[in-house]
């Protein structure tokens, strides 16, 4: 069974830093990986989403990588703002449904 | 994007009672709807697959009686809790992938936050 890491489960960095969240998955045999965000009681929001012929997406400040054959994906955050504190996860899908990480906790300090 | 509501955001119950929530794919049809549980500071679980017009697919140790599912059309599926108790207390999310289109993107509604009392 498809087993889903993130790495770190918390993360709090001051404003303007750069930073990379890790996520790493047991079967390569994927049909794509998406990185969504999560508020504090809300639902998630589509961040980025890599096909798996893909190699990297990028929107805004926002850069996603994604290598199938270690099974690992990154997701990248330039210029942290304090509206970036969220929760952030990654989940993979054989297309038939989505395997969650447990989700790195991010906060931006002012 | 493609939008996705659901319906009650919070809703409070008494025991053994039951609830519904409902998941709209509101500017696009889905043939598959995804319902997921999340604990507190946990992720997502996957309950169950939900395909218009036939049964819905159960993960292992989810109770199908307990936890209803129906999707009779390409726009809405209905999650319904029966006999709730205090331990099916939980955030609830849905999610549609748009129909005919082979991304495999998910979109996901707010979630509905539901309390047994």
């Known amino acids: 069974k498809q087993e889903v890491t993130q790495i770190p489960a918390a993360l709090s960095v001051p404003e303007g830093e750069n930073l990379v969240l890790n996520c790493s998955f047991t079967d390569s045999a994927i049909y794509n990986l998406q990185w969504f965000r999560q508020d504090p009681g809300k639902g998630l929001t589509s961040l980025l989403l890599i096909q798996s012929s893909q190699r990297e997406q990028t929107s805004g400040r926002l850069n996603a990588s994604l290598d199938k054959s270690s099974g690992r994906s990154t997701l990248y955050i330039a210029a942290s703002q304090p509206g970036d504190s969220a929760t952030y996860l990654c989940?993979?899908?054989?297309?038939?449904?989505?395997?969650f990480g447990t989700g790195t906790s991010l906060t931006v300090i002012p | 994007g493609a939008v996705v509501s659901q319906h009650p955001s919070w809703v409070i119950c008494k025991s053994g009672t039951s609830v519904k929530i409902e998941c709209r794919s509101l500017?696009?049809?889905?043939?598959?709807m995804f319902w997921y549980r999340q604990f507190p500071k946990q992720s997502l679980m996957l309950m169950a697959t939900?395909?218009?017009?036939?049964?819905?697919?159960?993960e292992q140790g989810v109770e199908k009686d307990k936890f209803l599912i129906n999707h009779a059309s390409l726009t809405l599926s209905t999650l319904t809790v029966t006999s709730a108790h205090p331990e099916d207390s939980s955030f609830y999310i849905c999610?549609?992938?748009?129909?005919?289109?082979?991304?495999?993107?998910?979109?996901f509604g707010e979630g509905s936050r539901l309390t047994v009392l």
């Open positions: 999610s549609a992938a748009r129909s005919g289109v082979n991304t495999g993107e998910l979109f």
């Open positions: 939900s395909n218009e017009g036939s049964k819905a697919t159960y």
């Open positions: 989940a993979v899908s054989p297309l038939d449904q989505f395997y």
């Open positions: 500017d696009f049809q889905a043939t598959t």
